[in-house]
């Protein structure tokens, strides 16, 4: 049960590693993005896990009613962030590769490196 | 509430209300003046922070009136106040020099746009230094490497592309390592004010996780200071952006990593970790060493003027990293004053590079020879800026080493072997300025190359020459740098001041 239990935070760690092997092992700078995607998404995951309790639902205080479980809200919020952080990297990291693949003609790193160094 | 109470929040938010005016008024000429409005503002409101703060105290600056830990707060110490002088001072003087150099290298049309993300940059890397909350020190060193990246981009060879794509990278896989590492300290303890995480993170029981997010957050930001053998993305990235760019950047922005490094590490995990210390200086000792050698062996094989100056950085700053890992007053006031003196150093010498690239249009340093006859004021600004790096006296690299030699001996027979080494390092530092000097001073230009005999424009030169000089101050001069990195130390360990 004990290991059931923390099964995010295993999915957090594959996920993780996923991302890293992508970002290390491809050298086409599309598909080298997408694994730095799936290395942040692993965080998000990571955070969202943290604030999840048995039962918890929205901080909303109701009236009369009184023994309500809360998830911690402040992952959440903190996440959001990160996710805004996120998108903006992946925005701009796209908006270099399209002026790579105009200056260069490709985004092959192995060619653009091949060209640098005849240049 | 007087304007004087709110000079903590107006430091950062200058730089950020002053960003979008950049970006709107595209008047000719216009972003350059507001982006040097706001950062020499800056400027200003830090040196005032730092006048109050010598003595001690801690100001801290509670976000919307909301108190600690529920609100964010904004913490400024006398380590913060000159990381904050040091950062803001490097952003207007590569402004101010850049009037010319960035006109010439970035266009007209996208100048609102480049100068917006300057002062962005600037204000991630002022928020980094000032704030006293874990998550909003990612928050800021997000604002201020998305920024950077654009800066970057700006060069004028298609290059600066290819290196901003893996700063890029690097970049978010070290701040996504902090951050992840933040959540750690955030399960165990429940808080991400750095006050009280420090408070907190003490009584933690299980120190298992606690381990797992001092490697995450220490990994993390080795990558973004570029501490060997994570400096991969550096070399490339200074030589490619823009001129004015590499000023700013090689002057401030690793060091603002390695600053909140040593806050952290120091007032959240030396309280918590045993034998956290000796971890440290296992840690940052051997990288620190290697640093010294390859980034000055490295340097000595370099042909590019720009990327020799990037090794080199990638030495100094493994300098800061041996002051780091010596847990003594003395071996973090040698840290924090290198911190400061380098950034002056290399800031001067990057300008005079400027100064070379606009006449000679290459930085290449074989075609440099003559330099020293063309243009005399360029060169001299340029080995008096040598002499710092090699640490030579009346320098403020001297200074800087002098305090880590002193801490260094205090720490039995492997400081014996640091002073050793440091001492073999500036030799090293010698042989690169000295190939630089030969070149441009002893070796005649090459009969097909075009003449140059104009010395540098003096919108250029003045800047420069007003950076070198503040260098020669503050090493005659130590009282502020040296005063104000002794309490910075003092705070951090948790001494008596």
Redesign the interface.
Known sequence: MEVLGLYNYFVFAVL?MVG?YC?LARTN?IK?LIG?TI??AA?FL??IS?DKIDGGTAPIILEGVDDQIFANP??QV?IL??IV?GI??TA??LA??V??KE??GTIE?DK?QEM?RET | MTLYDQLPALVVAVLLFTAPIAYMLRLHGFPWFVATAGVVTSFAVACSLAATVIGGETIIYEMGGWPAPYGIVLSIDALSALMAMLITGASSAALIFGYKSLADEVGEEIAPAFFAAWLLCTAGLVGMVVSGDA?NI??FM?ISS?ST??LI?AGPD??A??S??RY??MG??GA?FY??GV?FL??VTGT?NTADLAARVGQVEDIRLVLVAAGFVSVGLAVKAAIFPLHSWMPNAYTFAPNAVTVFIAAASTKVSLYVLMRVDYAIFQNSIANHDVQLTFFLVPLGVLALFSGSMLAIYEKNLKRLLAYSSVAQIGYIALGISMTSVAGLTGAIVHMFNHGLIKGGMFMAVACLAIRYRTVNVANLAGAGRAMPWTMAAFVIGGLGLIGVPLTPGFISKWYLVLAALNEGWLGALLVAIILFSSLLAVIYVWKVIEVAYFREPRSNAVPVTEEAPLVMLIPTWIVVLAGVWIALDTGMTVGLASVGAKILLGAAL
């Open positions: 993780l890293l970002i700078i080298s730095l290395f942040q965080v990571l955070y943290m402040l992952p903190l962030t990160a952080v903006s990297t701009l990291a270099v590769t002026r790579i200056a260069y790193e653009i640098d | 998550f990612f928050v997000e998305l990246y654009v981009s298609r290059r592309l290819i901003t794509y890029i990278v978010t896989v996504t951050l992840i959540g955030y399960m991400l």
